[in-house]
């Protein structure tokens, strides 16, 4: 399978990484390309670029879906034979729409107060792309996913979610006495008695409360959550979704990538696709029976370019090259050895480090020939 | 200033995901300790690379020493609460039945921002620590989790002494603030690329420390700079001689050209964005450290950095006489 395949073939295209990798600028790309080959394509982002969120119609928070106009794609030279919308996912404005949609008037402004809902709303990452896939999942999706280094907090947070408002724990912070102050629990147990007077100094009775607070205010939601929660991980594990994972050829940023990849098997993610971004190209003559150039030839080059340029010059030129293949070096070793650790079949591409922002459309479908092998039909 | 900032006790080390923040820490690390301070290093989380890079096998709540003079150790937040509450009770077999017990679990999983809380309050208690009537270290580096999370960690104690009434963790969380807020104690270091999101959230985080925070920015310092050491003449004469090279020698030249325009293309990208830095940040010294081309990064490389930044400080020295 291709890319291309990829994105033909599914409705949803996770695009999944470590912060810094370039998940934002992969999954726009991947969209634009659904847009070109003729799907109406969305792309939801967390926290793009503001260039690019420019480039997109996308100036502000939480502006919900914005259609590019065809005026747009024209002035950049491209004509899509689909659509192509964009959506910035606030989470913690999605979290309080969500309360504000079901949550009963009375407790509503209790729910938003609290400062352990606030807490928990803002920490929950990735929650809010399980709301806005399953009302999207009639189009083609290409979902950015949030810039955090624990990329997993995305694939995970269904089930953590879940397990938060497993019903036993709830019915335990909802108890009466929980909220009371802990008197009744205290006269019940001493060594709970004990611990939680000492828990109390230790962190405050207050959160507590709010705790238990939050959870008696929440308690009517959480059928609705739990039901959101099974949809969102049965769309998640659905053979029309696709996680695409994002990397650099970086030591440490390989090292994360790898992990995702193991982790996505043991949830039974459907891992589909591998883009490496921002790799550095290595030179290979592939003649005179060696395929490496290294330091050895930095006289050589030198040399020949110190017919037309000055020494000085073609030395620093040539040292530069030589740096470049240094780079280039390593990283196809560490990619070498990353692709081989892959779940078989799993196409892998590389993007080249542009020294040059990819900010706008045409430098999104500039990015093409490198994911797609060739530009988009249109 | 990076050299005045240098003299503090506590540095905490903060950066987007990707910039390399670790890989400074280490730097600055190494450079503290050849200065002949006493360094304890401190990874939090599950994060181990700190300590690989500075040579230790692994790391434990416990400080290890790794070299003359420096030390790692592993913060993580549930320890840290079981360890502070080993403090305030002393009883074991007490204790282990808190820890394993059903309420202790529930309430560890969801007290918000106790982890971060007790994090930030281990690495208190080791940044102020006293042995034998001198502080136990002269420095403590802090490799902190990435920006987000690690304004979520620096946020904690503050809340924590707002929030609760008087009493034994108010009282505690005060201390703490106070100590994060003194410019001379403690240095938080900024570490970033000169690109466009990276210093976006730069720029955003160096006001959230300054208000509401408030704590202490000891430096900026950008990662991976380029600077291009040959002309543009140049690059465009290799250009015009790629025409007329034999077809033997066109395909290494064209490459050699594009790895020309390649630095060329990312020295101008830098600059920019470090013109953009400058003109947002004047009360902090900004330091630039070089991009490193290297096959694999390893401990030699963070020796040229710490090298670097040492240098780094003793050429803005002379800014420093502005001060904070």
Redesign the interface.
């Known amino acids: 399978m291709t890319l291309g395949d990829l994105v033909a073939r599914h409705q949803i295209v996770i695009s999944a990484g470590s912060g810094g990798v370039g998940k934002t600028t992969v999954a726009a790309s991947l969209a634009l390309w659904g847009a070109l080959e003729g799907r109406r394509a969305v792309v939801l982002t967390i926290d793009p670029a503001r260039r690019l969120a420019t480039s997109l119609g996308l100036e502000s928070l939480g502006s919900g879906e914005r259609t590019i106009s065809a005026e747009v794609f024209r002035a950049q030279g491209l004509a899509p034979r689909g659509t192509l919308a964009a959506m910035m996912l606030d989470q913690k404005g999605a979290w309080d729409a969500l309360v504000e949609r079901h949550a009963p008037p009375e407790a509503r402004d209790r729910i938003l107060t609290n400062r352990f809902y606030q807490h928990l709303s803002q920490s929950f990452a990735g929650s809010y792309e399980y709301m806005a896939i399953e009302q999207l999942c009639a189009l083609a999706i290409v979902v950015d996913t949030p810039p955090t280094r624990h990329a997993l907090d995305f694939l995970e947070a269904p089930r953590r979610i879940a397990d938060f408002l497993d019903r036993k724990i709830i019915k335990w912070f909802v108890r009466p006495y929980f909220s009371a102050g802990w008197s009744a629990l205290r006269a019940m147990n001493r060594t709970a008695g004990f611990l939680l007077r000492r828990l109390e100094q230790a962190t405050g009775i207050a959160a507590l409360a709010e705790i238990s607070d939050f959870f008696s205010s929440m308690s009517g939601l959480f059928e609705n959550f739990q039901t959101r929660i099974d949809r969102a991980h049965e769309i998640l594990r659905a053979p029309g979704t696709a996680l695409v994972l994002v990397s650099s050829p970086e030591e440490q940023v390989l090292g994360d990538a790898e992990y995702l990849s193991s982790k996505m098997a043991a949830l039974r993610m459907p891992l589909k696709g591998v883009v490496l971004n921002r790799v550095h190209a290595e030179f290979r003559p592939g003649r005179r029976g060696r395929d490496e150039i290294g330091p050895e030839e930095l006289e050589h080059v030198s040399a020949l370019l110190g017919q037309t340029i000055g020494a000085a010059e073609a030395g620093e030129l040539a040292a530069n090259f030589v740096d470049y293949q240094a780079l280039a070096r390593g990283e196809s070793l560490r990619i070498e050895q990353f692709r081989g650790g892959l779940p078989r079949g799993v196409p892998v591409v590389n993007v080249p480090n542009f020294s040059r922002d990819v900010h706008d459309l045409a430098s999104l479908a500039g990015m093409h020939t490198h994911l797609f092998g060739t530009r988009a039909a249109a | 200033m990076i050299g005045a900032a240098l003299d503090r006790r506590l540095h905490f080390v903060v950066g ?4 390399g923040k ?1 890989t400074v820490a280490a730097a600055l690390a190494r450079l503290l300790t050849r200065r002949g301070r006493r360094t304890l290093a401190v990874e939090v989380d599950d994060e181990r ?1 700190l300590s690989s890079l500075l040579g230790a096998s692994g790391t434990t709540g416990t400080p290890t020493p790794v070299a003359p003079g420096l030390a790692v150790v592993a913060v993580e937040g549930r320890a840290a ?1 079981e360890e ?2 080993g403090l ?2 002393p009883v074991k077999r ?1 204790l282990s ?2 820890f394993s ?1 059903r ?2 679990q ?2 560890v ?6 982890k971060e809380l007790m994090t930030v309050g281990k690495i208190w208690y080791e940044a102020t620590r006293q042995e034998g009537g001198r502080p136990a270290w002269d420095a403590v580096v802090v490799d902190a ?2 920006t ?2 690690s304004l ?1 960690y620096l946020r904690m104690p503050q809340a ?1 002494r707002d ?3 008087a ?4 009282r505690e969380a005060a201390k703490v603030v106070d100590l994060l807020r003194d410019a001379r104690t403690t240095a938080v270091h900024l570490v970033t690329l000169a ?4 210093v ?1 959230e730069t720029l955003e985080t160096y006001a959230q420390l300054k208000d509401p925070l408030e704590m202490p920015v000891g430096s900026v310092i950008v990662n991976r700079v380029h600077h291009r ?3 543009a003449a ?2 465009a ?2 250009q ?2 790629i025409k007329r090279a034999g077809a033997d ?1 066109r ?3 064209r ?2 050209c ?9 020295s101008d ?1 830098n600059a920019a964005h470090l013109a953009r830095l400058r003109a947002a940040i004047r009360d902090v010294p900004i330091v630039e450290l070089p991009f490193l ?5 390893d401990r030699a490389e963070v020796e040229r950095l710490s090298r670097e930044l040492e240098a780094a400080g003793a050429d803005r020295a002379a800014v420093s006489a502005l001060g904070p």
């Open positions: 987007k995901g990707g910039v670790t690379r609460l502070y509450l305030i009770i007490l039945t808190i017990s309420i202790y529930y309430f999983a969801a007290a918000p921002g106790l989790p990435a987000g999370h979520q924590a929030t609760f009434g009493g034994l963790v108010q690109e466009e999101m990276p976006a050491r040959f002309s140049a690059l004469t290799l015009e001689t020698q395909a290494l030249l490459a050699v594009e790895r020309a325009a390649e630095e060329s293309g990312w990208i081309f290297v096959e694999e990064f």
